[in-house]
């Protein structure tokens, strides 16, 4: 008796279907036909922990300016205190300035993953918690600001040339306000005048930025602030700051209030 090969498979699968059903039932391979399959599932509390995701107990906007000049308005979401996620707020089209000017609706959205990831910043275990201090320029500091133009020693024994090796030391706000009034007042005064022009071309300026300085230390100071405070003191703060360091060539030049620098 000749058998073809498709009889000889269809054969084959009839019977290796007939021992896998379980007793006489036969396996049936219809689709059912069921308007919501969740509906008959039988347990769906599975479905509460990705509603829970979202669930937030307030918002508030803020404005991101982590290192660039966008300045985008986001809205953050709380629960328990915690800052869980940022979105757009969609509202650059209402902000105006003094005279009434507003932005375009073409600004929506804004925001970038640098700053929907913000809170992982925050919350970072590598976040500063208080103000620090280089533990090298603190003894700099505290052993009166000696030259570094006319020591050039000194710079390798308070690590001014070996800075990443340095480590820090925790101080109270009070004292790194003091520190920092210190030292703006040493450096203004290190780089006035005829002394600190010739301090400055020993350390390599070229004569003409030495020109442009007109004499006040102030002007050497390079007027910046590091990325996790450059929103608050690098886009405004820094404003009030230069200002301050017109008072402060006053005081350490005794010069007028209309020639200070």
């Not at 390599?204 to 230390?217: L, S, T």
């Not at 996790?228 to 690098?234: A, D, E, R």
Request: net charge positive.
């Amino acid at each position: 008796m000749e058998i073809s090969r498709r009889k000889f498979l269809e054969s084959c699968l009839v019977a290796g279907g007939g021992l896998l059903a379980p007793g006489p039932q036969a396996w049936a391979f219809a689709p059912l036909s069921v308007e919501n399959p969740l509906g008959l599932y039988p347990n769906r509390d599975w479905e509460q922990v990705y509603h829970d995701q979202y669930r937030y107990d307030r918002s508030f906007t803020w404005v991101c300016a982590p290192n660039d000049t966008h300045m985008c308005r986001l809205r953050a979401f709380v629960r328990n205190g915690v800052m869980l996620r940022s979105e757009q707020n969609y509202d650059h089209d209402r902000s105006g300035d003094l005279y009434g000017n507003k932005a375009t609706k073409a600004w929506n959205p804004r925001g970038c993953a640098k700053g929907y990831t913000m809170q992982r910043r925050i919350y970072g275990p590598y976040r500063l918690k208080g103000p620090v201090i280089r533990k090298g320029w603190k003894e700099w500091a505290d052993a009166g600001f000696p030259s570094l133009s006319d020591q050039p020693e000194l710079r390798t024994k308070y690590k001014f040339d070996d800075r990443g090796n340095d480590s820090y030391v925790r101080l109270q706000w009070e004292e790194v306000f003091r520190y920092m009034a210190v030292g703006l007042e040493a450096i203004a005064g290190h780089y006035s005048g005829a002394t600190g022009a010739g301090r400055l071309a020993k350390d390599g300026y070229e004569q003409v930025m030495i020109d442009r300085v007109e004499g006040a230390g102030t002007r050497t100071m390079k007027i910046g602030s590091n990325l996790p405070l450059h929103g608050v003191v690098g886009k405004f703060g820094i404003y009030r700051l230069s200002n301050m360091l017109g008072l402060l060539d006053h005081h350490v030049r005794q010069v007028p209030p209309e020639q200070a620098r």
